[in-house]
């Protein structure tokens, strides 16, 4: 199967997102509890990694999307690729916060881990609209 040729953005995005992912649970969460900062900034701390899942899933649902098209030759344009990417990305962070699952680990409900859920979900989406996630010229798929 031919690689798809994904936008040297998005592997960097996706490589920011991760270090800060590690960041954030190794050495900011920790340092934010310890000074006991303001609430504003634990709340921002504890719920940056619903953040990067919604955005970091959608990431990784448009590529196995957009290759499950090429490769089942499927006849969807791009904007209905980001919406399934979106969709599915959202059933499964939303239905974890919801604790309708716990497949994420040991979960505790957070309204505000639910809101950057969903932000990182819309903020992927818009992100999505303004830059192509492939290199392909030409594509017959393209919005």
């Known amino acids: ?72 030759n499927m006849v969807l344009r791009d904007i209905h690729i980001y919406w399934m990417a979106v969709g599915a990305t959202a059933v499964y962070v939303i239905s974890q916060e919801l604790k309708f699952h716990n497949l994420g680990g040991n979960n505790v409900y957070d309204p505000y881990d639910l809101l950057a859920s969903i932000i990182g979900l819309v903020a992927t989406f818009i992100v999505l609209q303004i830059v192509d996630f492939t290199d392909l010229q030409n594509n017959e798929h393209h919005k």
């Open 1 to 72: 199967m031919k690689e798809m040729p994904i936008k040297g953005f998005y592997k960097r995005l996706f490589g920011v997102a991760f270090l800060t992912f590690l960041l954030n649970k190794f050495y900011l969460r920790p340092w934010v509890v310890e000074k006991e900062l303001a609430d504003f900034w634990q709340i921002i701390v504890f719920s940056l990694p619903n953040f990067i899942e919604a955005a970091m899933g959608t990431l990784i649902l448009t590529g196995v999307f957009l290759q499950l098209r090429v490769y089942r």
